[in-house]
Protein backbone atom coordinates (compact mmCIF):
# COMPACT_ATOMS: atom_id res chain seq x y z
CA UNK A 1 0.00 0.00 0.00
CA UNK A 2 3.16 2.22 0.79
CA UNK A 3 4.48 1.36 -2.84
CA UNK A 4 1.33 3.02 -4.10
CA UNK A 5 0.83 5.87 -2.14
CA UNK A 6 4.51 6.96 -3.61
CA UNK A 7 3.36 6.11 -6.79
CA UNK A 8 0.21 8.01 -6.96
CA UNK A 9 2.25 11.02 -5.23
CA UNK A 10 4.64 11.29 -7.76
CA UNK A 11 2.13 11.41 -10.79
CA UNK A 12 0.12 13.49 -9.16
CA UNK A 13 2.80 16.26 -8.49
CA UNK A 14 3.83 15.65 -12.17
CA UNK A 15 0.67 16.43 -13.33
CA UNK A 16 -0.05 19.24 -11.13
CA UNK A 17 3.52 20.69 -11.88
CA UNK A 18 3.06 20.18 -15.50
CA UNK A 19 -0.39 22.18 -15.37
CA UNK A 20 1.62 24.78 -13.97
CA UNK A 21 3.92 25.26 -16.59
CA UNK A 22 1.24 25.23 -19.51
CA UNK A 23 -0.11 28.10 -17.79
CA UNK A 24 2.42 29.97 -17.27
CA UNK A 25 4.91 29.38 -19.91
CA UNK A 26 3.85 32.46 -22.13
CA UNK A 27 3.15 35.07 -19.16
CA UNK A 28 5.77 37.48 -17.47
CA UNK A 29 7.36 36.37 -13.49
CA UNK A 30 4.43 36.64 -11.49
CA UNK A 31 5.33 39.67 -8.80
CA UNK A 32 5.01 36.75 -5.75
CA UNK A 33 5.53 32.66 -6.15
CA UNK A 34 2.87 30.42 -5.05
CA UNK A 35 3.75 29.23 -2.07
CA UNK A 36 2.52 25.31 -2.85
CA UNK A 37 1.25 23.62 -5.74
CA UNK A 38 -2.27 23.72 -6.94
CA UNK A 39 -4.84 20.86 -5.93
CA UNK A 40 -4.70 18.45 -8.60
CA UNK A 41 -9.03 18.55 -10.30
CA UNK A 42 -10.65 15.15 -10.14
CA UNK A 43 -9.69 14.20 -13.57
CA UNK A 44 -5.64 14.74 -13.01
CA UNK A 45 -6.12 12.65 -9.71
CA UNK A 46 -8.41 9.81 -11.66
CA UNK A 47 -5.70 9.68 -14.36
CA UNK A 48 -3.24 9.18 -12.17
CA UNK A 49 -5.07 6.07 -10.25
CA UNK A 50 -5.71 4.38 -13.95
CA UNK A 51 -1.67 5.22 -15.14
CA UNK A 52 -1.30 3.31 -11.98
CA UNK A 53 -3.51 0.95 -12.52
CA UNK A 54 -1.99 -0.24 -16.27
CA UNK A 55 1.67 0.21 -15.63
CA UNK A 56 0.84 -2.70 -12.91
CA UNK A 57 -0.82 -4.57 -16.29
CA UNK A 58 2.39 -4.05 -18.28
CA UNK A 59 4.61 -5.28 -15.43
CA UNK A 60 2.04 -8.33 -14.82
CA UNK A 61 2.12 -7.27 -10.63
CA UNK A 62 -1.95 -8.50 -10.58
CA UNK A 63 -1.61 -8.22 -6.48
CA UNK A 64 -0.64 -4.81 -6.81
CA UNK A 65 -3.35 -3.72 -9.40
CA UNK A 66 -5.91 -5.68 -7.38
CA UNK A 67 -5.14 -3.04 -4.30
CA UNK A 68 -6.51 -0.17 -6.65
CA UNK A 69 -10.10 -2.20 -6.96
CA UNK A 70 -12.70 -0.55 -5.06
CA UNK A 71 -14.33 -3.66 -2.98
CA UNK A 72 -17.56 -3.94 -4.94
CA UNK A 73 -15.42 -5.11 -7.65
CA UNK A 74 -13.09 -6.84 -5.67
CA UNK A 75 -15.78 -8.90 -4.94
CA UNK A 76 -16.73 -9.83 -8.47
CA UNK A 77 -14.23 -12.16 -8.74
CA UNK A 78 -13.37 -15.95 -6.98
CA UNK A 79 -10.40 -14.98 -5.40
CA UNK A 80 -7.00 -12.80 -5.54
CA UNK A 81 -5.36 -15.88 -6.93
CA UNK A 82 -8.18 -16.39 -9.41
CA UNK A 83 -7.84 -12.97 -10.69
CA UNK A 84 -4.02 -13.52 -11.31
CA UNK A 85 -4.36 -16.40 -12.74
CA UNK A 86 -6.73 -15.77 -15.36
CA UNK A 87 -5.01 -12.31 -16.50
CA UNK A 88 -1.68 -14.31 -16.38
CA UNK A 89 -3.11 -16.55 -19.31
CA UNK A 90 -5.27 -14.10 -21.04
CA UNK A 91 -2.60 -11.56 -21.33
CA UNK A 92 0.69 -13.52 -22.36
CA UNK A 93 2.75 -14.28 -25.51
CA UNK A 94 1.54 -12.02 -28.55
CA UNK A 95 -1.40 -10.67 -25.73
CA UNK A 96 1.21 -9.43 -23.38
CA UNK A 97 0.86 -5.84 -22.57
CA UNK A 98 3.63 -3.51 -23.64
CA UNK A 99 2.23 0.00 -23.43
CA UNK A 100 -0.95 1.92 -22.73
CA UNK A 101 -2.67 5.45 -23.25
CA UNK A 102 -5.03 7.54 -21.46
CA UNK A 103 -7.67 9.96 -22.78
CA UNK A 104 -9.33 12.77 -21.03
CA UNK A 105 -11.83 11.78 -18.13
CA UNK A 106 -15.61 12.33 -18.11
CA UNK A 107 -16.80 13.00 -14.67
CA UNK A 108 -20.40 12.59 -12.92
CA UNK A 109 -21.24 9.49 -15.14
CA UNK A 110 -23.63 6.69 -13.80
CA UNK A 111 -21.56 2.92 -13.48
CA UNK A 112 -23.92 0.07 -12.77
CA UNK A 113 -21.83 -3.80 -12.49
CA UNK A 114 -22.25 -5.72 -15.63
CA UNK A 115 -22.01 -8.83 -13.14
CA UNK A 116 -24.55 -7.83 -10.61
CA UNK A 117 -27.37 -5.24 -11.65
CA UNK A 118 -27.60 -4.32 -7.83
CA UNK A 119 -24.01 -2.89 -7.70
CA UNK A 120 -24.23 0.73 -9.06
CA UNK A 121 -22.22 4.10 -8.48
CA UNK A 122 -24.15 6.90 -8.75
CA UNK A 123 -21.65 9.24 -9.77
CA UNK A 124 -18.28 8.19 -11.13
CA UNK A 125 -15.48 8.49 -13.63
CA UNK A 126 -14.68 7.13 -17.06
CA UNK A 127 -11.04 7.67 -18.04
CA UNK A 128 -10.36 6.22 -22.09
CA UNK A 129 -8.07 3.71 -21.90
CA UNK A 130 -6.10 1.81 -25.01
CA UNK A 131 -3.64 -0.45 -24.60
CA UNK A 132 -0.58 -1.49 -26.36
CA UNK A 133 0.09 -5.43 -26.51
CA UNK A 134 3.12 -7.55 -28.15
CA UNK A 135 1.73 -8.73 -31.19
CA UNK A 136 -2.06 -7.57 -31.79
CA UNK A 137 -1.95 -9.05 -35.50
CA UNK A 138 -1.42 -12.51 -33.95
CA UNK A 139 -4.88 -12.17 -31.64
CA UNK A 140 -7.64 -14.12 -32.28
CA UNK A 141 -10.59 -14.12 -33.11
CA UNK A 142 -10.02 -11.45 -35.61
CA UNK A 143 -11.05 -7.98 -34.67
CA UNK A 144 -10.44 -8.56 -31.00
CA UNK A 145 -7.74 -6.07 -30.66
CA UNK A 146 -10.09 -3.04 -31.52
CA UNK A 147 -12.57 -4.29 -28.95
CA UNK A 148 -10.13 -5.17 -25.78
CA UNK A 149 -7.98 -3.15 -26.15
CA UNK A 150 -9.72 0.21 -26.65
CA UNK A 151 -11.94 -0.24 -23.59
CA UNK A 152 -12.91 2.55 -20.78
CA UNK A 153 -11.27 2.61 -17.10
CA UNK A 154 -14.03 3.64 -14.85
CA UNK A 155 -13.20 4.95 -11.18
CA UNK A 156 -15.40 5.87 -8.08
CA UNK A 157 -14.46 8.25 -5.57
CA UNK A 158 -13.15 10.56 -4.19
CA UNK A 159 -13.69 8.45 -0.84
CA UNK A 160 -11.42 8.79 2.10
CA UNK A 161 -8.36 6.05 1.32
CA UNK A 162 -5.19 8.35 0.63
CA UNK A 163 -3.17 5.42 -1.18
CA UNK A 164 -5.22 6.03 -4.13
CA UNK A 165 -6.43 9.56 -3.87
CA UNK A 166 -9.53 8.84 -2.86
CA UNK A 167 -10.52 7.01 -6.19
CA UNK A 168 -10.47 3.00 -6.48
CA UNK A 169 -11.92 1.54 -9.97
CA UNK A 170 -14.59 -0.40 -10.10
CA UNK A 171 -14.18 -0.83 -14.17
CA UNK A 172 -11.46 -2.36 -15.30
CA UNK A 173 -11.32 -2.33 -19.46
CA UNK A 174 -9.26 -4.65 -20.34
CA UNK A 175 -8.62 -6.78 -16.95
CA UNK A 176 -12.49 -6.73 -16.47
CA UNK A 177 -14.18 -9.60 -16.26
CA UNK A 178 -16.27 -9.03 -18.79
CA UNK A 179 -13.82 -7.99 -21.39
CA UNK A 180 -13.79 -9.02 -24.67
CA UNK A 181 -12.21 -12.44 -24.90
CA UNK A 182 -8.60 -13.48 -26.45
CA UNK A 183 -7.97 -16.76 -27.92
CA UNK A 184 -5.04 -18.58 -25.90
CA UNK A 185 -2.65 -19.86 -28.16
CA UNK A 186 -3.39 -23.51 -27.00
CA UNK A 187 -6.96 -24.06 -26.22
CA UNK A 188 -7.90 -26.57 -23.70
CA UNK A 189 -11.10 -28.94 -23.53
CA UNK A 190 -13.31 -27.81 -20.33
CA UNK A 191 -16.83 -28.46 -19.70
CA UNK A 192 -19.42 -26.96 -17.53
CA UNK A 193 -22.92 -27.09 -16.22
CA UNK A 194 -24.15 -24.16 -17.14
CA UNK A 195 -28.04 -24.22 -18.21
CA UNK A 196 -28.24 -21.20 -21.14
CA UNK A 197 -32.11 -19.57 -21.19
CA UNK A 198 -32.54 -17.62 -24.48
CA UNK A 199 -35.80 -15.25 -24.23
CA UNK A 200 -36.53 -13.30 -27.22
CA UNK A 201 -40.14 -11.42 -26.13
CA UNK A 202 -41.30 -10.97 -22.82
CA UNK A 203 -44.37 -9.09 -22.58
CA UNK A 204 -48.34 -9.71 -23.54
CA UNK A 205 -49.41 -11.59 -26.49
CA UNK A 206 -49.29 -10.16 -29.61
CA UNK A 207 -52.40 -8.52 -31.32
CA UNK A 208 -53.56 -10.81 -34.47
CA UNK A 209 -55.03 -7.58 -35.94
CA UNK A 210 -51.62 -5.71 -35.64
CA UNK A 211 -49.81 -7.70 -38.29
CA UNK A 212 -49.99 -8.54 -42.49
CA UNK A 213 -49.22 -11.81 -42.22
CA UNK A 214 -50.42 -14.74 -40.06
CA UNK A 215 -46.67 -16.03 -40.24
CA UNK A 216 -45.85 -13.19 -38.82
CA UNK A 217 -48.09 -13.13 -36.02
CA UNK A 218 -47.46 -16.99 -34.69
CA UNK A 219 -43.54 -15.97 -35.19
CA UNK A 220 -43.97 -13.68 -32.61
CA UNK A 221 -47.04 -15.16 -30.32
CA UNK A 222 -44.32 -18.14 -30.43
CA UNK A 223 -41.73 -16.13 -29.02
CA UNK A 224 -43.71 -14.70 -26.05
CA UNK A 225 -42.97 -15.18 -22.62
CA UNK A 226 -45.71 -13.58 -20.57
CA UNK A 227 -44.24 -11.17 -17.69
CA UNK A 228 -45.95 -13.01 -14.94
CA UNK A 229 -44.03 -16.11 -16.57
CA UNK A 230 -40.81 -14.69 -16.83
CA UNK A 231 -41.45 -13.48 -13.09
CA UNK A 232 -41.79 -17.03 -11.81
CA UNK A 233 -39.22 -18.03 -13.92
CA UNK A 234 -36.60 -15.89 -12.60
CA UNK A 235 -37.61 -16.19 -8.59
CA UNK A 236 -37.67 -19.92 -9.30
CA UNK A 237 -33.53 -19.59 -10.11
CA UNK A 238 -33.02 -17.23 -7.26
CA UNK A 239 -35.30 -19.97 -4.65
CA UNK A 240 -32.62 -22.53 -5.98
CA UNK A 241 -29.51 -20.69 -5.63
CA UNK A 242 -28.66 -20.23 -9.36
CA UNK A 243 -26.62 -17.40 -9.37
CA UNK A 244 -26.56 -15.72 -12.96
CA UNK A 245 -22.99 -14.78 -15.06
CA UNK A 246 -22.32 -13.23 -18.66
CA UNK A 247 -21.80 -14.98 -21.46
CA UNK A 248 -18.31 -13.55 -20.70
CA UNK A 249 -17.99 -14.89 -17.71
CA UNK A 250 -18.20 -18.22 -18.98
CA UNK A 251 -15.99 -17.58 -21.51
CA UNK A 252 -13.42 -16.72 -18.95
CA UNK A 253 -13.83 -20.46 -17.88
CA UNK A 254 -13.67 -21.96 -20.71
CA UNK A 255 -10.55 -20.31 -22.11
CA UNK A 256 -8.69 -19.13 -18.58
CA UNK A 257 -9.80 -21.25 -16.32
CA UNK A 258 -11.61 -18.85 -14.18
CA UNK A 259 -13.17 -20.71 -11.64
CA UNK A 260 -17.13 -20.39 -12.02
CA UNK A 261 -19.75 -20.21 -8.94
CA UNK A 262 -21.63 -23.24 -7.83
CA UNK A 263 -24.53 -23.07 -9.44
CA UNK A 264 -24.23 -21.15 -12.63
CA UNK A 265 -26.75 -19.74 -15.01
CA UNK A 266 -26.71 -17.59 -18.52
CA UNK A 267 -29.69 -15.65 -19.38
CA UNK A 268 -29.88 -14.51 -22.78
CA UNK A 269 -32.26 -11.91 -24.71
CA UNK A 270 -32.07 -11.99 -28.53
CA UNK A 271 -33.25 -9.49 -31.06
CA UNK A 272 -33.15 -6.73 -29.09
CA UNK A 273 -36.70 -6.36 -28.70
CA UNK A 274 -38.12 -2.72 -27.00
CA UNK A 275 -40.17 -4.80 -24.69
CA UNK A 276 -36.87 -6.73 -22.74
CA UNK A 277 -35.99 -3.53 -21.68
CA UNK A 278 -39.73 -2.68 -20.01
CA UNK A 279 -40.80 -6.31 -18.73
CA UNK A 280 -37.83 -8.10 -18.30
CA UNK A 281 -35.20 -5.52 -17.05
CA UNK A 282 -37.00 -4.54 -13.61
CA UNK A 283 -37.53 -8.01 -13.08
CA UNK A 284 -33.96 -8.91 -13.34
CA UNK A 285 -32.70 -6.29 -11.58
CA UNK A 286 -34.81 -6.94 -8.74
CA UNK A 287 -33.76 -10.48 -8.53
CA UNK A 288 -30.47 -9.39 -8.84
CA UNK A 289 -29.39 -11.29 -11.99
CA UNK A 290 -27.49 -10.20 -15.10
CA UNK A 291 -28.34 -11.10 -18.74
CA UNK A 292 -26.37 -10.76 -22.00
CA UNK A 293 -28.49 -9.01 -24.73
CA UNK A 294 -28.05 -10.08 -28.57
CA UNK A 295 -29.40 -7.05 -30.66
CA UNK A 296 -30.05 -7.37 -34.52
CA UNK A 297 -27.20 -4.76 -36.19
CA UNK A 298 -29.57 -4.59 -39.14
CA UNK A 299 -32.98 -4.21 -36.99
CA UNK A 300 -31.95 -1.34 -34.48
CA UNK A 301 -35.51 0.57 -34.25
CA UNK A 302 -37.19 -1.21 -36.88
CA UNK A 303 -40.85 -2.12 -35.82
CA UNK A 304 -42.91 -4.47 -37.10
CA UNK A 305 -46.68 -5.18 -36.23
CA UNK A 306 -46.79 -4.56 -32.19
CA UNK A 307 -42.67 -5.53 -31.95
CA UNK A 308 -40.10 -3.04 -31.92
CA UNK A 309 -36.74 -3.30 -31.71
CA UNK A 310 -34.60 -0.21 -29.27
CA UNK A 311 -33.59 2.35 -30.95
CA UNK A 312 -29.32 2.88 -30.61
CA UNK A 313 -30.23 5.34 -28.22
CA UNK A 314 -31.47 3.00 -25.91
CA UNK A 315 -28.71 -0.02 -26.89
CA UNK A 316 -25.97 2.59 -26.06
CA UNK A 317 -27.87 4.12 -22.46
CA UNK A 318 -28.11 0.17 -21.24
CA UNK A 319 -24.53 -0.64 -22.47
CA UNK A 320 -23.08 2.22 -20.48
CA UNK A 321 -25.07 0.62 -17.81
CA UNK A 322 -23.80 -2.49 -17.77
CA UNK A 323 -25.65 -4.42 -19.33
CA UNK A 324 -23.85 -6.77 -21.87
CA UNK A 325 -24.28 -6.22 -25.47
CA UNK A 326 -23.14 -8.83 -28.19
CA UNK A 327 -24.74 -7.86 -31.94
CA UNK A 328 -25.67 -10.40 -34.30
CA UNK A 329 -25.89 -10.15 -37.72
CA UNK A 330 -29.40 -10.72 -39.98
CA UNK A 331 -30.05 -11.44 -43.67
CA UNK A 332 -32.27 -9.13 -45.77
CA UNK A 333 -34.75 -12.12 -47.29
CA UNK A 334 -38.44 -12.00 -46.74
CA UNK A 335 -39.73 -14.61 -44.43
CA UNK A 336 -41.86 -17.32 -46.30
CA UNK A 337 -45.60 -15.28 -45.29
CA UNK A 338 -44.13 -12.34 -47.28
CA UNK A 339 -43.64 -10.08 -44.29
CA UNK A 340 -40.95 -7.42 -44.51
CA UNK A 341 -39.53 -9.36 -40.84
CA UNK A 342 -35.79 -11.00 -41.85
CA UNK A 343 -35.20 -13.89 -40.81
CA UNK A 344 -32.48 -14.26 -38.27
CA UNK A 345 -29.24 -15.99 -38.05
CA UNK A 346 -27.45 -15.96 -35.03
Known sequence: ???????LRIWTLG???????????????????????????????????????????????YPAQRQLLAPIERAAWP???ARSAMLAAKFSGPSHVVGFSLGRPAVGMEWA??????VHVASATEVPAAVTVSRPAALAPPGVAALCLHTDLVLEGPGSLPATAGYLVVGEGPAAVEAPVIAPAALQLRTASAPILMYHLVGPYPDRSQYASQYSYELDYG??????????????????????ITIYRLADYLLYDLPLPSRPVVITFDDGFANECQYALPVLEADGLTATFFPCSGLIGVRNGEEECMPAAKVRSLSRMGSPFRTTPTTTARSSGGSPWPRFRN
Open 15 to 61: LATATGLLACGNLPPPRHQPTSAPTPSPGDSTVAVARVFLQDMVDRD
Open 223 to 244: LTVPPDQFSAETQYLVANGSQA
Open 79 to 81: SPA
Open 1 to 7: MQRIRGR
Open 113 to 118: SPENPR
